[in-house]
């Protein structure tokens, strides 16, 4: 009876650590976490309207032209049906601490666009996406993100 117990006590045991250490499976291996990971971002990029990507590859080919003495562009990107628009600011000329004027001034900013600037960012309202803004202090290293809706895009590109 006393081997009995103990055999069935460490089956138990046995079956408690294979399912504490993830039930006999290995880790994944460099290259399966490899082929992961271009899996995920093949299927993150592929989300991305044509037109959309379009404009991404044109704005981050030519980022100085959406550069100044006081904002630096680091490009265009995408996530999450969001266009991501990215840039370094000298911190005594924005203050990272009021989003309402750096939203503001952004909004005065895609007003005073040309027409074939508004009519070429279109696209991203027209494709469901919003663009979330994210500005970086050069001196404080702050960060501060604000949105602009599809709606709001809508009322300011048409």
Do not use: W
């Not at 993830?22 to 995920?40: F, H, M, Q, R």
């Not at 895609?110 to 202090?137: D, L, R, S, W």
């Amino acid at each position: 009876m006393m081997k009995k117990l103990f055999a069935f006590m460490t089956i138990v045991a046995a079956m408690a650590m294979g399912t504490a250490c993830g039930g006999g499976k290995s880790e994944p291996t460099v290259a399966e976490e490899k082929s992961e990971l271009e899996e995920e971002l093949r299927l993150s990029y592929s989300e991305v309207d044509d037109e959309v990507g379009d404009l991404m590859k044109e704005f981050n080919a030519d980022m100085d032209s959406h550069s100044n003495d006081h904002m630096i562009s680091l490009g265009m990107g995408f996530q999450n049906a969001c266009v991501l628009l990215n840039y370094t600011v000298d911190d005594s000329t924005f203050d990272l601490g009021d989003i309402e004027s750096l939203k503001a001034a952004m909004t005065d900013s895609i007003k005073h666009m040309t027409t074939q600037e508004k009519e070429e960012m279109q696209c991203i309202p027209n494709a469901g996406y919003k663009i979330i803004y994210t500005f970086v202090g050069k001196k404080s290293a702050a960060i501060v993100s604000f949105a602009f809706t599809v709606e709001e895009l809508q009322d300011l590109l048409y």
